[in-house]
């Protein structure tokens, strides 16, 4: 299985471009989209949002990975990690840290295999997705084994909005369970507070629920927490409990 999490957008033709790639490379191998509006530009809100949504695929899944706003430059290897039983293909540009950080078995490769034909500004399609086909076929491209250089911060939750979903829902970097059930959070001067589902706040109000993912969300019941906080990728958050920090 390849698992696609990409901020290439919902509309245009990169997506359908690497799946042309990797349909004609292994047509019987099913190709999942999971995110196709990962947080663009933004490797570190991606990397958590990566480490949550990635769990509940089978062993040997292939995540073709690409938030790259580097592609072409020298700044970041295109890379293959392995932890905990799967497989990630993408660049080495922090994506893949807080994965890493956090599993019990972490390997990872440089890519040094090139194609004959490669562009400078879309290695999603021309590298990663070639590579991507291989490791599903039990192969494995010419590729260096390095160590991956984590710093005591690649673990740790991220107390900013990661991603803003369909309905207008803010998806934190805070996984839940770290935090007591009484702990609120501040966001744009609202002190929020943690229920159980929507409808635990009137119509129209905002709440901070566990999502069904297992991290802290804002929301509002019926309504949309974006336009209400006019809120952003990126916009910081704030644990409010005496017991509770990031």
Not at 45 to 68: E, I
Not at 210 to 225: C, K, M, T
């Amino acid at each position: 299985m390849i698992v696609l999490f990409t901020d290439f957008g919902l509309s245009g033709p990169y997506v359908g471009q690497m799946k042309a790639i990797l349909a004609q490379a292994v047509p019987n191998e099913p190709v999942i989209d999971l995110f196709a509006d990962a947080p663009a530009y933004f490797p570190i809100a991606a990397a958590h949002l990566l480490a949550t949504y990635q769990k509940g695929f089978p062993a040997d899944s292939v995540f073709l990975c690409v938030v790259d706003p580097g592609v072409g430059s020298t700044e970041r290897d295109p890379m293959i990690v392995r932890a905990d039983g799967h497989w990630y293909v993408g660049p080495g540009n922090g994506l893949f840290e807080v994965i890493a950080a956090r599993s019990a078995r972490v390997e990872a490769w440089r890519i040094t295999w090139r194609p004959s034909n490669i562009s400078a500004s879309f290695h999603g399609r021309d590298l990663f997705a070639p590579v991507a086909a291989m490791l599903v076929q039990g192969a494995f491209p010419q590729a260096e084994r390095i160590e991956l250089k984590l710093n005591v911060d690649s673990g740790r939750d991220f107390a900013s909005v990661i991603y803003i979903d369909h309905f207008g829902n803010l998806i934190s970097g805070l996984r839940a369970s770290e935090y007591p059930t009484d702990v609120r959070l501040g966001f744009k001067g609202t002190n929020i507070q943690r229920v159980r589902t929507f409808s635990d706040v009137p119509e129209g109000q905002p709440l901070c629920y566990e999502n069904s993912s297992g991290l802290l969300e804002i929301a509002v019941n019926r309504g949309r927490a974006d336009i209400l906080f006019d809120a952003l990728v990126g916009d910081p958050l704030e644990l409010i409990s005496p017991r509770a920090s990031v």
